[in-house]
């Protein structure tokens, strides 16, 4: 007769459900190896140290084509092309720029086209964060031409996607996981931002929302380190003074202002969801086009150029026009004719497919927004304490926040570069609504939108491991089925054909004292070379793998993928490794879809009906009781 433990019952264990679980799981949970962390978070000061000296490298790049293009003359000194004396030949320079361009993506690299977030986005998602080497001096070189020839970008997509490809490079080049070039790509694309801006913080939150859709010690430390080493390469390579710095300082709103700024929030979240289907709908026009996809960034710079002859403060990059739209140094006239003529302008040429970035465009737009939406304000309610400064500063963080979904990185991007303190309360609020509108009318934002019509989703929400929170000892029961290692192969045999039920592919050995030996397949059993007389203790040649009662679900799950095993023993590691359970996939899913339906199930924690019910009751009995009384 079979010799057998029956823990209390015998259980149909599921079927194996090893590559369902796998494909849920894309990065398995590993330990926490300090050592490694060590090694990631130097390889990312590295990155970040490197794309420092490309980031000043690259302004210095894009000053001297700016020189050349507008000035004939051939100097790294700061310029913009806003007192350019082309005249009409000024329509031709963003044009010629866009050739150019175009020529570099069509025998460079195709990737170098766009605003550099989207793809690295896209490279994460589904390449393993592989990015071409080529990226890393084709993409800063593309945008500098772009730029320096009048393209209406911010220097800091170009050098965020250049960071991001200098990371990944590394990490192709190293014996490292995907989640670990993951971490460098996001390390080297912040640094940039970090560099560029001198927004540690900004940067580390743009890392946690738009790149690395985790937070965890394991790419936090990394980021953030890269974030601190940019920063510092900011200081020491262009000073430490904020990018866009206000001349005077922002007071505390009061309450009636922080309404005002909050209702501004919604209009501008209102705004960026039409500046995201415009810039789009733009795009899809360049797709209609018969010309080859080569020629669209020079179509796109040929009315960047006719718009610049009239305007020529939209050309080039504008973080002067940033500072003074904060500063409130511009007319209204100047001001909304900047906001719409530098809008046309960005969203033709991002649109044409060019090279080039969208905060600058977006903080501009915003800011100018902003200054429009407050003169307003204060003409018609001048008791308001609206002030033109703050609400420039707030439309052009809620214009960034709708259109990126950005939320927590457009409020800290505006404290750290403008060191105003006092604007956090409306920021939150103006934000948030931004943010609110944005998320209930845009499905996509204007970083996901293109991604999103190749089939790449992406992750819009971040919520802890339901599995990672519970625990062996929550889920299993004293039962299911151990056999003994003295059984043999055929008493086995004779055994399962008296229990049609039990459809397990993998049987727990254990010795008769309960002391666990190891894992045997059905296959083992019933193999063909199998004497029915063999002891299945002697079988066993799988090594050892169980769990203990005090590790997570998510433990457990991995566990049963990496050895391809549908069960797992708990034991005891106080008592000789005994089984003290067996656990099953069918418990995790059980579990896992228990404590999903907490979060959809709605009730409430507190009954007033019953609770109003208690009351009566209670009043009836003193009622009764004064009665007894009287009586």
């Known amino acids: 007769m079979i010799k057998r433990k029956i823990l209390n019952k015998g259980i149909p264990v599921s079927i194996s459900l090893t590559p369902a679980i796998e494909a849920a799981i894309d990065q398995p949970l590993v330990a926490q190896d300090k050592k490694r962390l060590i090694t ?8 970040a140290i490197c794309i420092s000296f490309i980031a000043k490298l690259l302004i210095h790049l894009i000053d001297l084509i700016t ?46 086209r766009g605003h550099g977030i989207p793809e690295a986005m896209e490279q994460i998602l589904t390449n393993q964060s592989k990015i071409k080497p080529t990226i890393t001096y084709l993409k800063p070189l593309s945008s500098a031409v772009s730029i320096g020839t009048g393209g209406p970008f911010g220097a800091e997509g170009p050098i965020i996607a250049t960071g991001g490809a200098l990371g990944s490079t590394l990490g192709q080049l190293l014996k490292i996981t995907h989640n670990e070039r ?5 390390a080297g694309a912040t640094a940039g931002m970090s560099a560029i801006f001198g927004s540690p913080i900004a940067a580390i939150f743009l890392a946690v929302e738009l790149l690395l859709f985790e937070f965890s010690p394991r790419s936090i430390i990394p980021v953030a380190l890269a974030c601190i080493t940019g920063a510092a390469g900011h200081h020491l390579l262009f000073g430490s003074e904020p990018v866009f710095a206000i001349k005077h300082v922002i007071a505390t709103p009061s309450n009636t202002a922080l309404a005002a700024y909050s209702g501004m929030g919604i209009v501008i979240g209102v705004l960026s969801v039409l500046v995201t289907r415009i810039v789009y709908y733009i795009e899809d026009g360049f797709e209609q086009l018969p010309v080859h996809w080569m020629w669209w960034p020079a179509i796109g710079g040929l009315a960047v150029g006719i718009i610049g002859y009239f305007s020529p403060e939209t050309l080039g990059v504008g973080y002067e026009n940033i500072t003074n739209i ?39 737009i915003g800011g100018a927004t902003g200054v429009l939406l407050g003169s307003g304000i204060i003409h018609f309610f001048p008791q308001s304490g609206v002030t033109i400064s703050l609400a420039a500063l707030v439309g052009m963080s809620a214009m960034f926040a709708g259109a990126s979904r950005a939320l927590l990185t457009s409020i800290i991007f505006a404290l750290e570069t403008t060191a105003q303190s006092n604007a956090l309360l409306p920021l939150l609020a103006a934000c948030a609504a931004s943010y609110f509108v944005s998320f209930f009318i845009m499905e996509n934002t204007i970083m996901t939108e293109k991604i999103a019509r190749r089939g790449v989703k992406t992750p819009h929400s971040y919520e802890p491991d339901i599995l990672e929170k519970i625990s062996v000892e929550q889920v299993i029961k004293e039962n299911g089925i151990v056999l003994s290692g003295d059984n043999t192969v055929k008493e086995i045999k004779e055994w399962l054909s008296k229990e049609p039920d039990y459809n397990s592919n993998y049987f727990i050995i254990s010795s008769n004292e309960g002391e666990y030996k190891g894992i045997l397949s059905s296959s083992t059993i019933f193999s063909h070379l199998q004497s029915d007389d063999s002891r299945v ?18 433990t457990a799950v991995e566990i049963m993928a990496k050895e391809n095993t549908d069960v797992l023993p708990v034991v005891s590691k106080e008592n000789n490794n005994s089984i003290i359970g067996i656990l099953s996939y069918r418990e995790i899913i059980a579990s896992y879809k228990k404590n999903m339906d907490e979060h959809v199930k709605k009730h409430p924690g507190i009954s007033l ?11 009836q009995k003193l009622m009764t009781s004064r009665k007894v009384k009287d009586k």
Do not use: Q
């Open 40 to 47: 990631i978070s130097a390889l990312a000061v590295l990155v």
């Open 67 to 112: 020189n050349i293009s507008f000035y004939g003359s051939f100097s790294t000194a700061h310029s913009t092309p806003v007192n350019n004396t082309l005249g009409l030949f000024v329509i031709a320079i963003p044009a010629i720029g866009g050739v150019i361009v175009g020529l570099m993506a069509l025998y460079g690299s195709k990737a170098i």
């Open 182 to 186: 993951k971490i460098l790509l996001a």
């Open 326 to 364: 904060l500063s409130g140094e511009f007319t209204i006239p100047f001001v909304l004719s900047l906001c719409l003529l530098k809008f046309l302008s960005w969203a033709i040429a991002l649109g044409s497919g060019t090279s080039g970035g969208t905060l600058a465009p977006l903080l501009t």
């Open 537 to 554: 203790g002697d079988l066993v040649k799988r090594k050892n793998i169980s769990v203990g009662i005090g590790s997570s679900l998510r």
């Open 609 to 619: 009906k019953r609770r109003g019910l208690k009351i009566l009751l209670r009043g």
